[in-house]
């Protein structure tokens, strides 16, 4: 089965800082990549997805990730953090085509300091 | 829309009782899927459900059992609760095959088992 590790498990950065979570994980065949967001007191939002074409993807909010297949990795970027992004975040990994088992990373909290 | 709903938020077991967590969605979703979240673990797939009436085992079933009697329902049980149950449970749902379209999650219910 496929797995995910997030390198990162807790990350804090200054406003306006440049922000790139990392994401591996292990599964040969075909995938489609996610990162979510869970902000205090909520529930897990979707942040971007990939599937196919364009690997370098762009979500919501300023935030891309880059899929390098070589590397198994699907890292988070965003060029200028702000405050409002404090939250944590999570890598997923679904196996291509009908499998419905999305296993998600450990997380990684982000703090943004004022 | 509600989206995905959970209940209840909040939960106390003793050690040994039995519990049932609802959720509900109103998206007309075929797809369903209990995660559990714990600290430093990300989320992890109980159980899911691919249509009404079929359940099918995640990777972390045991101690639990669905039912999915409804299209916009979609239960975990608790049979007989152990502390390490202890957990926030997040149910999902989504509406293409093989999770192309990411997830929607409910708000989550907390579990203490004492």
């Known amino acids: 089965a496929q797995s995910v590790s997030q390198h990162n498990h807790h990350v804090i950065l200054s406003e306006a800082a440049s922000l790139e979570l990392g994401c591996n994980y292990s599964?040969?065949?075909?995938?489609?990549l996610f990162w979510y967001v869970q902000y205090p007191g909520q529930h897990l939002q979707l942040l971007l997805k990939?599937?196919?074409?364009?690997?370098l993807v762009k979500g919501i909010k300023g935030f891309e990730a880059e899929f390098i297949k070589s590397k198994f990795s699907f890292n988070l970027r965003k060029p200028s953090v702000q405050w409002s992004d404090t939250a944590e975040y999570f890598c997923?990994?679904?196996?291509?085509?009908?499998?419905?088992?999305?296993?998600f990373g450990a997380g990684t909290r982000l703090t943004v300091k004022p | 829309n509600a989206g995905v709903t959970q209940t209840p938020k909040f939960r106390v077991l003793k050690t040994g009782q039995s519990m049932t967590l609802l959720c509900a969605q109103d998206?007309?979703?075929?797809?369903m899927y209990w995660y559990r979240q714990d600290p430093g673990m990300g989320l992890r797939l109980i159980h899911y459900?691919?249509?009404?009436?079929?359940?099918a085992k995640g990777e972390v079933p045991d101690g639990y059992n669905v039912s999915r009697l409804k299209k916009q329902n979609f239960l975990l049980g608790l049979e007989s609760a152990a502390p390490s149950q202890t957990s926030v449970y997040f149910c999902?749902?989504?509406?293409?095959?093989?999770?192309?379209?990411?997830?929607?999650f409910g708000n989550g219910t907390r579990l203490t088992v004492t």
């Open positions: 999902a749902s989504s509406g293409i095959p093989g999770l192309l379209g990411a997830l929607h």
């Open positions: 599964y040969g065949g075909t995938v489609n």
């Open positions: 990939y599937f196919s074409g364009d690997p």
């Open positions: 997923a990994v679904n196996a291509g085509g009908n499998n419905n088992d999305m296993r």
């Open positions: 998206m007309n979703h075929e797809y």
């Open positions: 459900s691919v249509g009404e009436g079929t359940t």
